[in-house]
């Protein structure tokens, strides 16, 4: 019998991923010593042969409980490891921008490659970056399902993308709620600064969802909000798979958004979306 082994980052997914798999979810014992350094053990009886391990690479400190948990389950005769990574790490440094630089994304999914017999992550920045791990299979599940269920019924009149990359999570939002979608143009100043060029979308008296990948400064979504906001819409709401909500984010958005929802691949007071069906569907 398989069994979900949850590390202190995802509790809430891995509680969730286990009911929907009808298979009990162990909690690692995770702790930290006073010195900072961390300590993992499983109990003996709680293990299986096979396990989904579901922790997050983020911030480090995760990846090495990540790493620890994967050692005390092999320690216990588990023979099948599937890394379930709801939200990777380093991610978004997936090429060398400069010569000299690490390719962090490189670095971290040759070390899970090394540890897993299975590796799954969701919504990556580029899921072409799996195509670098050639020893174990791996998937890179979406959460626009999710997003689009949560919304269905929710009264939103219009889905939009950030930026002209991000179109295809807008449409496929957009067709599951049922409603039209469209992406601004959006040109990035600074790591916190954006700037949205003014846009000729309609979103006079509508309620706009605009859905993103990842909400890290949030300046993406303020400045799109305040466009929307000109543009007469009656509410924005945004919704992304992963929250960092970085430097007082959550706090800034609340104040300029109607609403602020993420997917629980990041825990926070907003991840009421749950990617756990989407997981059950593939293991
Ligand atoms: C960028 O391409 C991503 O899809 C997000 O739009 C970006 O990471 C959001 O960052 P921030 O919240 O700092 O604007």
Redesign the pocket.
């Known amino acids: 019998m398989m069994k979900i082994l949850c590390g202190t980052s995802s509790q809430n997914l891995g509680n969730d991923l286990a009911i929907k798999m009808n298979v009990e979810c162990v909690h690692a014992n995770a702790k930290r010593f006073p010195d900072g350094e961390c300590y993992v053990r499983i109990e003996r009886d709680l293990l299986d042969r096979e396990i989904v391990l579901v922790q997050n690479t983020h911030p480090d400190d995760n990846f090495v409980e990540l790493l620890f948990m994967v050692d005390a389950a092999r320690s216990l005769g588990a023979e099948k490891v599937t890394c379930i990574i709801p939200y990777l790490g380093y991610s978004?440094q997936d090429r060398r921008f400069n010569p000299g630089e690490a390719l962090s994304a490189q670095v971290m999914l040759r070390h899970l490659e090394s540890e897993a017999d299975r590796l799954i992550t969701i919504d990556l920045?580029k899921p072409e970056i799996l195509s670098w791990v050639k020893g174990i299979p791996t998937m890179d599940l979406h959460a626009e399902p999710a997003v689009g269920r949560f919304f269905r019924d929710s009264g939103v009149d219009l889905v939009l993308a950030?930026?002209k990359?991000?179109t295809k999570r807008a449409e496929e939002v957009g067709r599951l709620i049922g409603v039209e979608y469209d992406h601004l143009i959006k040109t990035r100043l600074s790591?916190?600064e954006?700037k949205i060029t003014p846009s000729q979308i309609d979103a006079k008296d509508k309620s706009v969802l605009i859905v993103?990948?990842?909400?890290?400064?949030?300046?993406?979504?303020i400045a799109a909000t305040n466009e929307l906001k000109r543009l007469g819409a009656r509410s924005v709401i945004a919704a992304c798979t992963h929250g960092l909500f970085i430097a007082g984010?959550l706090e800034k958005l609340k104040m300029t958004c109607d609403r602020v929802v993420s997917t629980n691949t990041l825990e926070s007071e907003v991840s009421k979306i749950s990617v756990a069906e989407e997981i059950a569907k593939v293991i």
Do not use: M
């Open positions: 978004r920045h950030p930026d990359g991000a790591g916190s954006v993103d990948d990842i909400i890290s400064t949030g300046g993406t979504i984010a």
